[in-house]
């Protein structure tokens, strides 16, 4: 599938800086990027960064994604490996009812809409499930 990416001005997401870390960016396994978003959704913006890990400049590929969560890429020349970072939110989304997103002004379309808020950042998602 081919895409293009939405243009941008000059800001990041998080408004972080060449030599800053996105929020809450932790190393993981492989695994976890299986099940991570970058197989079900294209990344809205792709950004290049280098900043201190370890103690030592690395240079990231980020992978931003509509709900500001994202995957860092590392590729370790010396060591001939990929190492694999997330960063934002791990979210734990609770499902609002009609008459919650009917008080706080959000759209909700009836049995088959869900919409769900995150208890960690606030980050609303909205899902229809009818097929």
């Known amino acids: 599938m081919l895409y293009s990416l939405k243009e941008y001005d000059k800001t990041a997401p998080d408004n972080g800086t060449y030599n800053t870390a996105p929020p809450k960016f932790r190393k993981v396994e492989e695994k976890e990027i299986c099940t991570s978003l970058l197989f079900y ?3 809205e913006l792709i950004e290049d960064r280098q900043f201190m890990i370890d103690g030592v400049f690395r240079k990231i590929k980020l992978f931003w994604f509509h709900d500001r969560t994202g995957v860092g890429i590392y590729s370790d020349y ?3 490996k990929i190492i694999w ?3 934002g939110c791990d979210h734990n989304f609770v499902e ?3 008459q919650e997103c009917n008080k706080r002004d959000l759209m909700h379309f009836g049995s088959c809409y ?3 808020e995150c208890k960690e950042c606030g980050y609303i998602n909205a899902v229809d499930s009818s097929g």
Do not use: E, I, M
Request: without cysteine; aromatic residues 26%.
């Open 78 to 80: 010396t060591n001939k």
């Open 114 to 116: 869900h919409v769900y």
């Open 85 to 87: 970072y997330k960063f």
């Open 41 to 43: 959704y294209n990344p």
């Open 96 to 98: 609002l009812s009609q």
